[in-house]
């Protein structure tokens, strides 16, 4: 499996809430042993992140997609500029990228999610970014996505990645 089909296959596959992980029966799901290992390993602080989380995900069994309950406050920033740190993790199979996850947790496994859906931001930038497995920190405008067959909702549209 090339790096771009195994990124975009992980941002297919992401699972429901962080804090109900293990109680979701979701095809694909993080394992267990993964978001054990990623609880002992460096993960962004941002309060940004700590929103996001706030954020309910369900997964319908039936349908196979995923929704969030979106809370106010982030409602509100849909459209404004953020500041979020994360992890990089290529969409475009470069390792110079312009399409990329941002993620809350060090990623463990290029064959399982990095995390929830509400600890992951797709970010698209003009300039290409140099991949590293050091955090990093994006600037730039906050829209709210309704991707339930990927479970992605969070997306930023960066002006910097440092």
């Known amino acids: 499996m090339t790096r771009i089909q195994t990124a975009l296959a992980l941002s297919l596959v992401l699972v429901g809430p962080a804090s109900r992980a293990s109680t979701l029966n979701v095809p694909g799901g993080q394992p267990a042993g993964e978001r ?8 962004s602080h941002d309060v940004l992140w700590t929103k996001f989380v706030k954020c309910k995900v369900g997964y319908n069994e039936k349908s196979g997609l995923y929704s969030i309950s979106v809370t ?4 509100a920033m849909a459209g404004q500029p953020v500041i979020l740190s994360g992890f990089v993790l290529p969409l475009d199979g470069s390792d110079q990228t312009k399409h ?11 064959f399982c999610p990095p995390g929830e859906p509400n600890e992951v931001a797709e970010v698209v ?6 991949w590293t497995d050091k955090m990093v920190t994006v600037t730039g405008l906050l829209s709210l996505v309704n991707n339930g067959e990927k479970g992605m909702f969070f997306k930023i549209d960066a002006y910097s990645v440092h």
Do not use: S
């Open 36 to 43: 054990a290992a990623q609880d002992h390993l460096p993960q």
């Open 72 to 75: 106010q406050e982030i409602k």
């Open 100 to 110: 990329f996850l941002l993620t809350r947790r060090t990623p463990v496994c290029m």
């Open 125 to 130: 930038t003009l300039r290409p970014v140099t």
